[in-house]
Structures are given as structure tokens and as C-alpha cells.
Nanobody, 121 residues
């Protein structure tokens, strides 16, 4: 089993910054993809950013240039630095991890319980 614990959510004004953290523990694969999704009322959960075990990152178009994903493999932790926040960034942010098998094949995705981010205009 894998456990993921997010932290860093909160309430800020538009234009401000937040940094989310997610610590993974348990049976973590040596090569794993990690990332963040977010969900807002009435919408499906959407990918915000991901980072491979090799450090390759991927971002949603809506956050490119504002958000930066990073990871500390020694701590099994992934971070999401969110700058220039907008009201539309409001939502519950979920961390995930999944094993990388290579050639675009992945294992089961494990999720954290989420952390609420609220941006006031």
C-alpha cells in the first residue's frame, strides 16, 4: 500500500503564491511518476502537472509559466509551487503517484485525500 499526504493548501488573494507538498510512504516503487490533479465543483478532475522519476515535467496549458512541479526523491515528496494565482485555480488539489514500467506503461495510481486551495479575486 502507498499513502500520500498533501499539505500547503489555503486561502490567498489573486496574484499571490502557495506551495503544495505531498509526501509518499509505504510500498513506493523505485521509479514512479508523481503529480497533481485538481477538481472544482461541476468539473472533472483535471491534471495540473506531473513529473517523472527522471525529472521530466508536464503541465496543463492553464498553469504553464505560473506553476512549477518538483520532487525530492530522497524524501519521496513532490511539490507544486503556484505563483500568480487566479480565482480559477480554486479547487481541491490531489496528489498521486504510480509506478513507471517504461514505454508509457504505468501501474495503479494512488491518491492523496486532497488539499483545498481557494483564491479570492
Amino acid at each position: 500500500q502507498v499513502q500520500l499526504v498533501e499539505s500547503g493548501g489555503g486561502f490567498v488573494q489573486a496574484g499571490e503564491s502557495l506551495r503544495l507538498s505531498c509526501a509518499a510512504s509505504g510500498s513506493i516503487a523505485s521509479t514512479n511518476d508523481m503529480g497533481w490533479y485538481r477538481q472544482t465543483p461541476g468539473k472533472e478532475r483535471e491534471l495540473v502537472a506531473s513529473i517523472s522519476s527522471g525529472g521530466r515535467s508536464n503541465y496543463a496549458d492553464s498553469v504553464k509559466g505560473r506553476f512549477t512541479i518538483s520532487r525530492d526523491n530522497a524524501k519521496n515528496t513532490v511539490y507544486l509551487q503556484m505563483n500568480s494565482l487566479k480565482p480559477e485555480d480554486t479547487g481541491v488539489y490531489y496528489c498521486y503517484t504510480r509506478r513507471e514500467y517504461g514505454n508509457g506503461v504505468y501501474g495503479t495510481r494512488y491518491w492523496g485525500k486532497g488539499t483545498l486551495v481557494t483564491i479570492s479575486s
